[in-house]
């Protein structure tokens, strides 16, 4: 069965950096679509970069809180999606979490996607 495990997350002070990882597993064929999501403490879960998995060049988007700070690479041949975290702010804390789909519509919209994993905790401290 899919499976995708989170790594990377940790504690960090505003300002600084972090990447997280994905590994995927269990796939027949490569999804579609790869994203990662976060839900901070009493606040809705929300999409925050998706990234086509197919085809060249890959799309990808992001929501507008993290544009310029945060990069989605995807090593398809690794079957791991990454999150480059830049600059990050104490709103960032989160629990992350990597999704993929097999929906041909690529989005930060939640109910898109199928399979989900079991999230990383990333706590930015002032």
């Known amino acids: 069965q899919v499976q995708l495990v989170e790594s990377g997350g940790g504690s960090v002070q505003a300002g600084g950096s972090l990447r997280l990882s994905c590994a995927a597993s269990?796939?027949?064929?490569?999804?579609?679509?790869l994203g990662w999501f976060r839900q901070a403490p009493g606040k809705e879960r929300e999409g925050v970069a998706v990234i086509v998995g197919r085809g060249t060049p890959q799309y990808v988007d992001y929501v507008d809180s993290v544009k310029g700070r945060f990069t989605i690479p995807h090593d398809a041949a690794r079957n791991t999606l990454y999150l480059e975290m830049n600059t990050l702010d104490t709103e960032d804390t989160a629990i992350f979490y990597c999704?993929?789909?097999?929906?041909?519509?690529?989005?930060?919209?939640?109910?898109?996607?199928?399979?989900w994993g079991q999230g990383t905790q990333v706590t930015v401290s002032s």
């Open positions: 269990g796939y027949t064929y490569r999804p579609y679509c």
């Open positions: 999704a993929t789909t097999d929906s041909f519509t690529c989005a930060l919209v939640i109910a898109n996607f199928d399979y």
